[in-house]
C-alpha cells in the first residue's frame, strides 16, 4: 500500500503553447514500480511576470481532454479547464475524479489541449493526482495504534525565529533558480498524521514560482517531480486573482473558494511516527518577484498528532 502520489509532468515544447495552437497526444508515462491509482487533476501556467496579482494569464482559455487506462479518451472533445473545476484545480480546488482510474504500472495517459486564446501559454503543466499501489512489505506502512487519542495539531515548518526579531517563523527563500532541502522532524512526544499543508510568501504581492517536492525517510518521493505550492498547498495569503476574459485582462479580484480556508488535502493522509522525519525539496525558479534578497515563506503542516494507549 502506498501513500500519496502527485503525479506530474511539465513535458518539453510546453514551456510556451502559442495562441489558437493545438498539441495531440502528449504521454505521460506511470512509473514501473506500482499501479497509479488517479483520483483528481489540476493544470496551471507560469505567473504573468508584468503582475503581482497572482494572474494566470490565458488558463482560462485552456482546452484539453486525456485517456484513461485502456488509452479510451474521457472526454468526446477538448473541454474548457474552467469548466471542469475553478482556478485550474489550484489552491485546494483539485478537480475530483468521481471513479478513480487505475493505470497499471508503466502505462501511458495521452492528452489532447488546445490553446483557445490568442495569448501564449507559458511553462503549461498538468498534475495528475492519487496514490501508488504497491504490494504490502514493499514500502514502509505506519497504521494507526489500536488503542490511541488525537489532537488537532499544526507544525510550522522552518526557521524559528529569534527573540524580538520581526521576521515570521519560515523557510528564507531568495530570488532566482534557488533550491535546497529541509527537513521536517517530527517531535518525541507523540505520532503525527499529515492531512493539509498551508505556504506562501508572507506578503499577498509576490507571485512567486516556487515548486515544493516532498520525499519519505527512505528518500522515496511523494511525486514524480517538482509540484508548485499552490497545487500541492492551499494559498496563505490569498486573494489571488485569475483571467476571466477571453483576453486575460479582466480578473476576478477576491475570488470565493480559496486561500486560507482551503488548504492542500492529502487523501490519503500521511502518517509519520514520533522522531520519524520527511524531506522536503524547495525550489524558486521566478527572477525576482519582490526583492533579491531571503524573503519569508512559511508553510503548516496541519493535521492531528496521535498519542498511543
Known sequence: MGGPLLQSQNWPGLATVAGNAQIKKLVLRTDTDAPFLLRSIAARVQYDTT?????????????????????????????????????????????????QLLYPAGSSIFVDLINNGSLTLTNLTFYFRGVKLF????????????????????????????????????????????????????????????????????????????????????????????IHM??????????????????????????????????????????IPNQQYMNIDVYRADSGQGTASAQDFPMAFMGAKVFAG
Open 230 to 271: 499552490d497545487v500541492l498547498a492551499g494559498n496563505a495569503t490569498g486573494p489571488a486573482s485569475y483571467p476571466t476574459a477571453a483576453g486575460g485582462t479582466a480578473v476576478f479580484q477576491g475570488a470565493i473558494g480559496i486561500g486560507p480556508a482551503n488548504p492542500g488535502v492529502f487523501f490519503p493522509e500521511i502518517y
Open 51 to 99: 503582475s503581482t496579482a497572482h494572474r494566470q494569464t490565458g488558463l482560462n482559455q485552456l482546452l484539453f481532454r486525456f485517456t484513461g487506462p485502456t488509452e479510451n479518451y474521457l472526454q468526446q472533445i477538448e473541454t474548457p479547464i474552467t469548466l471542469m473545476t475553478p482556478w485550474g484545480g489550484q489552491l485546494g480546488n483539485p478537480l475530483p475524479l468521481h471513479r
Open 135 to 226: 504490494p504490502w512489505g514493499v514500502r514502509r506502512f505506519y497504521p494507526y495504534p489500536k488503542k490511541m487519542s488525537q489532537l488537532p495539531f499544526t507544525y510550522m515548518v522552518g526557521q524559528s525565529p529569534a527573540v524580538g526579531a520581526t521576521t515570521q517563523f519560515n523557510i528564507p527563500i531568495t530570488t532566482g533558480n534557488v533550491g535546497f532541502r529541509y527537513q521536517f522532524v517530527v517531535k518525541s512526544d507523540g505520532d503525527f498524521v499529515l492531512r493539509s499543508i498551508q505556504a506562501g510568501p508572507t506578503s499577498n504581492n509576490l507571485s512567486w514560482e516556487v515548486f515544493l517536492r516532498l520525499h519519505d525517510s527512505d528518500d522515496y518521493p511523494y511525486s514524480s517531480d517538482f
